[in-house]
């Protein structure tokens, strides 16, 4: 008989859940009933208490990992952590959403506990031959469904995929699982981060917003309006909260001395880099619609792009709607509807 453990951790204010840690919850109460698991949950944080209300719902055992020692991301105390929470489940599958915190820790606690580890998993089946996981590969252009024999099996959720648990919150009993942390030889000093109105990459944004090359080329007038195309995207990312992608051809710019959008950068880019975002919806601008493009676009919910060419790649069914027009004249009538919502 399989046991499923679901890790999951709280977020940045220690008072619950992440939303990636609830759609694997979620990922956890629905599989474990297809296989007729048993199912435990594994919470990592300084203070699990509130978290584990959360999940109340769930029907599952609840296991903790708590104290200061695991308040923030750090590589020996999470691995640690992970590693005796699957060892108190004698857990033989293993859910966790695929973030930041577990996705570097995950692979070191496989190799600890001599199983095997998969990344991006999209999306799980049972079939008579057991679980079935579907997983990207070759920065996730090539899909595969995977089937393993060796236990304990570690499935990094992608986040984004399901929806999150929803269940009733209430008191649950948990236990405290005891860790035995190595010397920890970082510290957490403190958090700097930008502004929320210099922050361009939000991934729970319903919104992603893309600008290609074509912002920092020659327009109608032949000549380049880079400081125009700053202000109309910027405004629109503060007017909307939206988020901001970018095509390789716009980024790549910065190295072959051409105009360029100065908060841009290769942590925006969308496609080649393997980056797949899962906004609700998605708006391209200037941007041709080339294959390694779109490939990043794949789980965008609703697909619109703004060209002058009618005939571009997004033309080619693979935007829900197009519109043929000047990106500058479009996103300068956008801003002012938004200014005069507020």
Same mark, same amino acid.
């Given at each position: ?24 919850? +979620? ?28 999940? +109340?719902? +769930? ?36 859910? +966790? ?88 030889? &970082? ?77 841009? &950068? ?77």
């Amino acid at each position: 008989m399989e046991k499923l453990l679901v890790l999951t951790h709280v977020d940045e204010t220690g008072a619950a859940l992440t939303k990636a840690s609830l759609e694997a919850v +979620a990922a956890g109460v629905e599989f474990a009933a297809k296989l007729g698991a048993g199912l435990t949950i594994g919470i990592v944080g300084a203070d699990c208490a509130a978290a584990a209300r959360q999940v +109340a719902g +769930a029907g599952a055992k609840v296991l903790t990992v708590a104290g200061a020692e695991f308040a923030q991301a750090r590589y020996a105390s999470d691995a640690a952590a992970c590693e005796a929470l699957v060892r108190a489940a004698e857990a033989t599958i293993v859910f +966790a959403p695929a973030g930041a915190r577990f996705a570097r820790v995950l692979p070191g606690v496989a190799h600890r506990l001599d199983g095997v580890v998969e990344t991006h998993i999209t999306a799980l089946a049972v079939s008579e031959k057991g679980l079935e996981a579907t997983r990207w590969y070759y920065r996730q252009r090539v899909e595969a469904v995977v089937l393993r024999e060796r236990r304990p099996w570690l499935l990094l959720l992608d986040a984004g995929t399901r929806e999150c648990f929803a269940g009733a919150a209430g008191e649950v009993a948990t236990e405290t699982v005891a860790v035995m942390l190595p010397a920890l030889r &970082t510290t957490v000093s403190g958090v700097k981060a930008p502004k929320q109105d210099e922050q361009t990459i939000r991934p729970e944004a319903k919104v992603l917003f893309v600008a290609g090359a074509g912002w920092t080329k020659k327009q109608a007038d032949g000549a380049i309006h880079a400081a125009e195309a700053e202000r109309l995207i910027l405004g629109f990312l503060r007017g909307t909260d939206a988020s901001l992608g970018s095509s390789k051809s716009l980024v790549d710019q910065s190295g072959e001395n051409q105009e360029v959008l100065k908060f841009m &950068t290769h942590m925006n880019q969308i496609g080649q880099t393997g980056a797949t975002p899962r906004h609700p919806k998605g708006l391209s601008t200037c941007c041709h619609g080339e294959e390694p493009h779109v490939v990043g676009w794949r789980f965008i919910g609703e697909r619109r792009a703004v060209n002058m060419d009618a005939n571009c790649g997004w033309a080619r069914g693979k935007a829900d709607v197009v519109y043929v027009a000047d990106a500058f004249k479009v996103m300068e009538k956008v801003n002012a509807l938004l200014a005069a919502k507020k």
